[in-house]
């Protein structure tokens, strides 16, 4: 056949039409009857949320099964959503693999359990499992609760079982978690938060309020400059981190510093080496560079910050150590770190800042050491590099030019995590660029839900919205929490937020306690444990290690690949009686008891901890929220049952309470009120549903709740959901289980399962989700404004003061009628209403933050004040101080990171993540290489005081040798990611290299700069 030009393209395109329909499945079957049916054409469509990281990626999942009775859904296809607005449709390669997560072959389908010395896994009944496990709760709980302290004060607490928390696991899951933890008395507690981000809360709070990333990813598309230092990003966070491209197509210039030429470092403008360990010279050179040079807001400084607070008398520094520092206790005393108040417990100022102990002065005295030369000897960064990274930031000190930074782990996991944090807290604040679009600190939560298993306290000391756990010493009663709890504000006119304290507590405690918490009771406190000391993983590892431990209930964690000292963590699991983990996926924590030679070389016979595994479902198996880094509560669907019998943690936890329940009522036992107590008001007391759940953590009224300003209207009703947290009550009127989630399910509905994407301006969109608190998604958003109440920058107009209100594209976080000439501040949950430069007595190791050497130093010294080489307030025990090494016998920096390819140790197990990166490896630059004769591929060992792991060498010219203080520091980059529970290779637990000690003010542990030394032990 002829065909002409004209005819061809014609009929080519009619066939492209038609083939591409036929694959969609559009055509007649008679048509084109060998094509294959689309695949996704009889598939149901649920919306859901990636598992894995903090971006908090939309996702579309499609199930096979129509619902009919035998009829069992499938989940066969997963994609990104399109209209989410973040992730708009993107998946990095985790978020991709997710299907193969989900029908992972490490899966786990049925209880199980390793009897004591026994070296393999007996499947049993989830009704034995359940018998069996609250049996060993309610002996242990009764051989050893402590109902009062030495002193006679109730504290009701068990210590001789410790419980971990998921970091994936819903809000709902979280919730259940701390009701029925807390009444069992457990205070030996914690989430990954601890090993991630614990830094970010003490450091951010102690300087703005709140403990939480300040601004959204999308907001990151809004600043001229982006500094990423402390983190990754690009490999980390790679959808998140799309934002920041965005801002580069906008003319924002990105500089990465870090240890390594990363991923974000590849795209960056500028690239700047830094020896790990040592931001905080860094940094606080860059505080002196912005003093010396005069690039301060200053409008912004004298408003809005504590620059102009006298200090008191008494505070002072002195060769590295701070006024106060008992050398007895290895602690300070911080009563000299305060302001001076006048008679009326007013915070003394002085405007005009010529005092000699107004902070500003202090804070200029205390940085003048760092100059561009120190910083340079003590990082090894070049020092032209760091003077442009000063001038670029000090070029964001005016109205219309905002910075912001995006940190994450290489912050917070160091001995100073909270301080280097501090530090850039402080430098945001002197540029003016806290509450501004495009600014802010932002903390880049690591885990999906982490940030909402930390709101919902899921930690040692902590309660649900940031309420402390009673402590025996400082508050034995009711009324002494009430009062150390509820600051008084420090300056006339401060909202002070934390004045509601009685509010919160109270609606917490009716929710824990229902009608049973009444007010002769005092709200049921005694019920509550209280703490004598915080039992992080690092205290409650070691406790255990010492055999004060009996039991262990390991939720969605993995604490044997997670915790330092991978060695010493697996001979204190071999010192319980019992261990119940809980997870979707099998876990080299539940099987330490297994010989993996070299890897995991234990006597199994001789281990006599009986083990529990009980499959739970994964987030494509249920409902509920998690809340991303920006603090947005994201609400999903379950697309499928969970593989075999596995159960919800709802479900999971559920049963266990109630078995437990039933024996303490059968058989009495220590102090069994607070469990037969217990509000547990659930239609099916053995499977409390997430909706159940969320509508608790909203909370709602037990009473009408009168309004004050017309007693003829109501602002709830009885048993209505509560509309937000301003009507909660201490009366007893109201109930919350987490009042910063108060307006997340109202009587309008589920207000985190919102889809309108509509960018109220400066990519700001509020009708997606639902962000806490009170759906504000640029915290201290008052600071965007002159103390007038005008933009700083009218390009930037987030919210404004309008003559009558504040308002406009976010929503107000601030007092929404307090005019500007009220001289109400924008830090509203200060009691100063100010941001700290100077954060009086919140941290435990010094107002200022201040550089100290990593616990194992490569220079064995601290030129700054070699009297005091490491943080004076660092605590560490016996056994662990012993297997510390010295830069001698490990003359390299180890430092630790995450691969884009993998999650943690989930992915692991999933086929698409374990083909993209099967191998450990480790990184050696190509000096250190060709001196100790490696090439890239031979295998190496990587050792340290602690023991050693075994990887293939890649020799890169990613990770420079730098010479510090006149010498030459190798540093060795460690994925993490590997174990023997995998589909990929099997490898050696990274963790078995740092040290077991954490960052002064958390415990969060040093992971980023510990002594290695390397050798080459097999050729390519
Ligand atoms: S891991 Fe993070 S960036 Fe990747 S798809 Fe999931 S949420 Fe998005």
Known sequence: MQVTRRQFIKVTAGGLAASSMGVLGFLPSEALAEVRQYK?????????TCPYCSVGCGLLMYSLGDGAKNAKAEIIHIEGDPDHPVSRGSLCPKGAGLLDFIHSPNRLKHPEVREAGSNTWKRISWHEAVERIARHIKDDRDANFVAKNA????????LSTAMLTASASSNETGILTQKVMRSLGIVGTDAQARVCHGPTVSALASTFGRGAMTNTWVDIKNADFILVMGGNPAEAHPVGFKWAIEAKKRGARLVVVDPRFNRSAAVADEYMPIRAGSDIVFLGGVINWLVANDKIQWDYVKAFTNASFIVAEGFGFEDGLFSG???AKGQYDRASWNYEFDENGKAKTDPTLQNPRCVWNLMKAHYARYTPDVVTDLTG?????????????????????????????GWTQHTVGAQNIRTMAMIQLLLGNIGMPGGGVNALRGHSNIQGLSDLGLLSTSLPGYLNLPAEKANPTFADYIARNTPKAQADGQLNFWGNTPKFFVSLLKWFWGDKATKENDWGYDWLPKWDKMYDVLQVMDLMHNGKVNGFIVQGFNPLTSFPDARKTAASFAKLKYMVVIDPLTTETSSFWQNHGEMNDVDTAGIKTEVFRLPSTCFAEEDGAIVNSARWLQWHYKGADAPGEAKTDQEILAELFVAVRDLYRKEGGAVPEPILNLSWPYKNPLEPTPEELAKEMNGRALADIPDPKD???????????LPNFAILQADGSTMSACWIFAGSWTQAGNQMARRDNTDAGLGNTPGWAWAWPANRRIIYNRASCDPSGKPWDPKRNLISWNGAAWAGADVPDFKVDSAPSEGMNPFIMNPEGVGRLFCTDKLVDGPFPEHYEPMESPLGTNPLHPKVVNSPAVRMFKADRERLGTHDQFPYVGTTYRLTEHFQFWTKGVRLNAIAQPEQFVEIGEALAAEKGIKAGDWVQVSSKRGHIKAKAVVTKRIKALTVTNRTVHQIGIPLHWGWETVAKKGFLSNTLPPAVGDCNTQTPEYKAFLVNVEKIGVA
């Open 711 to 721: 007693p003829t209207r109501f602002l709830a009703r009885k048993g209505e959901q």
């Open 325 to 327: 520092f008992d050398a």
């Open 151 to 158: 002193e006679g004060v109730t504290v009701n607490r068990w």
């Open 40 to 48: 996704l054409t009889r598939a149901k469509e649920i919306r859901n």
């Open 381 to 409: 960064t070049p020092k032209d590099g760091f003077l442009r990274v000063c001038e670029q930031l000090g070029a964001t000190a005016v109205r219309n030019r905002v910075a912001t930074i995006l940190y994450a782990l």
